[in-house]
């Protein structure tokens, strides 16, 4: 398996499995990234961001926030 005897022979096994765990971890992500666009054409992905906001209730937020000026009201997902 290995041309090395003692410490060598460990040291050379962590680096070959933590080299090994460090490719598939840059691999992985790599992937998450779509990097084949395999739907040509399709606008990026749509998440959950994309529902219509539920009604805010302004009386409940003057009281919790006294001195607000403006309120920004956005979609966000994550």
């Known amino acids: 398996m290995t041309p090395f005897d003692g410490w060598m022979l460990w040291h050379h096994v962590a680096g070959m499995m933590g080299g090994s765990f460090l490719l598939a971890w840059i691999f992985s992500g790599w992937l998450s990234v ?9 606008p990026d992905r749509v998440y959950a961001a994309t529902r219509v906001l539920p ?24």
């Open 34 to 42: 779509d990097p084949w666009r395999p739907v040509p054409n399709v």
């Open 55 to 78: 009604p805010i209730d302004f009386v409940h937020l003057r009281c919790v926030a006294i001195d607000v000026r403006r309120v920004k009201v956005t979609k966000y997902s994550g």
